[in-house]
């Protein structure tokens, strides 16, 4: 085992070259933004080492904008989008891509539905060419539709029917969300599933794919201004509308929640968050960041915090884990997962939680284990720039959020303010009974 001594040493070391990493990146920053007047923004990072380029647009769209009867709409939509146009057929857009030596696909969250692909840079025309044509231009054929409901009627069984994490984290999204924004599932509902019509997806298309409400992203071989126009040439003339824009009010006036789930399910499993803030509606700027390296202290790797006190030495759980996204367009949730080891009940695992919650209020975190999780932030911050696809997922993540790029670029100088006072200010504030919502499954 390495010695205290040693630990510190390296993570100077660490944050020296992380220093001249950092320098170098604001030297010679290679971000270019740019707006067309329809509203299409662009951001494009010039890396030459290889003639690859990341390609992404982002639909600010996702399951927050659904109501329940509407839920999985997006998803849906996207499915729908590889099914071709007046132009470009069934499956032709992955077949180009593949054609060029490339791959691509497609996802859809809470808050953004996108579609990326990896080629090499000399297609870069061609893909701007298929996605423009795609943003306009969708057909929706009924047949098509009837077997993509199966498609997704499967992922949905995958996803949440027949998986225990699913169907717990579907539930403790609708205890934690109350009305909104993030109720519903982004996959669906079986139900809403097998009724989408072709209507309701047109409609859902033209409402949101369109120049103003997309952010396209280019990382790789691409000379900036070249490529703004030629992202120009191709979208430039797309007219922009108006985007619905949706409000949601959680109520938090009776947010406490404790619910029991089945009890028939073997494996026990303990899902517990908190309502706190994000980035775009904190009142105190730096809790996000304070919550983000609260949860790397605490589960993130081997030593963290509670890996080494509750699963390595006291044995009280199998496995244990922690989400939240600073970057989500809605007040989001600091969501805490477990697995209690053997012998362990529920009850008393969520006993034990609370208890190392509350002491997180009373006595500061120490040193070194701030300095662990920034020294593990930092790598993965960095180590993330270095491939064109991890950095293209992390900055989409940011940006079709609807931030601007020096969130992104900056969050690094943000984590590395944070100390042990301030996360626990924030937790004194935020980790509250009133916004807890604990949801068990199995026994």
Request: charged share 25%; with cysteine; proline share 3%.
């Amino acid at each position: 085992m390495k010695s205290i001594r040693s630990i510190s040493i390296m993570f100077c070391l660490f944050i020296l070259l992380c220093g001249q990493i950092n320098h170098a990146w604001a030297e010679n920053d290679r971000h270019t933004f740019a707006k067309l007047g329809n509203g299409l923004k662009i951001h494009i990072i010039e890396d030459h080492r290889s003639v690859v380029v990341m390609s992404s647009i982002l639909y600010q769209v996702g399951g927050a904008d659904e109501s329940v009867e509407q839920a999985g709409v997006s998803h849906m939509l996207e499915h729908m989008m590889f099914k071709g146009t007046a132009k470009h057929g069934k499956g032709e857009f992955n077949k180009k891509i593949d054609f060029m030596g490339g791959i691509s696909n497609a996802f859809t969250s809470g808050d953004v539905t996108g579609y990326w692909a990896r080629y090499p840079s000399q297609h870069l025309m061609e893909w701007l060419t298929l996605e423009a044509d795609r943003m306009q231009n969708l057909s929706i054929d009924e047949k098509e539709l009837s077997k993509e409901r199966m498609v997704v009627l499967e992922e949905r069984k995958m996803r949440v029917d027949d998986n225990p994490w699913g169907r717990l984290y579907e539930a403790y999204q609708q205890y934690a969300f109350v009305p909104k924004p993030y109720f519903t599932p982004v996959v669906g509902y079986t139900d809403n599933i097998l009724h989408y019509s072709k209507d309701q997806l047109e409609q859902w298309y033209r409402r949101y794919y369109k120049p103003n409400n997309a952010t396209i992203i280019l990382i790789g071989d691409v000379k900036a201004d070249q490529a703004i126009d030629q992202i120009k040439s191709v979208f430039g003339d797309i007219k922009a509308s108006a985007t619905p824009k949706i409000v949601h009010e959680i109520n938090n006036a009776h947010a406490y929640r404790r619910v029991q789930l089945s009890r028939q399910q073997k494996t026990p499993l303990l899902m517990m968050g908190y309502q706190v803030p994000v980035l775009k509606d904190s009142v105190v700027a730096w809790d996000p960041y304070a919550m983000v390296l609260l949860s790397g202290i605490l589960v993130d790797g081997q030593y963290a915090l509670w890996i080494r006190e509750l699963r390595d030495t006291e044995k009280v759980l199998d496995n244990i884990g922690i989400f939240y996204d600073p970057f989500s367009r809605h007040t989001n949730s600091f969501t805490i997962w477990a697995v209690p080891a053997k012998g362990v009940s529920l009850q008393k695992l969520e006993r034990i939680l609370l208890d190392r919650i509350e002491k997180l209020k009373t006595t500061q975190l120490g040193a070194d284990e701030l300095k662990r999780a920034k020294a593990r932030f930092l790598s993965q911050f960095v180590f993330e720039q270095d491939d064109g696809q991890d950095f293209g997922n992390a900055l989409g993540s940011v940006l079709g959020s609807g931030h601007r790029y020096s969130v992104y670029k900056n969050q690094g100088e943000k984590l590395m303010a944070i100390d042990a006072k301030k996360i626990q200010s924030s937790v004194k504030r935020l980790m509250i009974r009133g916004s807890l919502v604990t949801v068990f499954s199995g026994e």
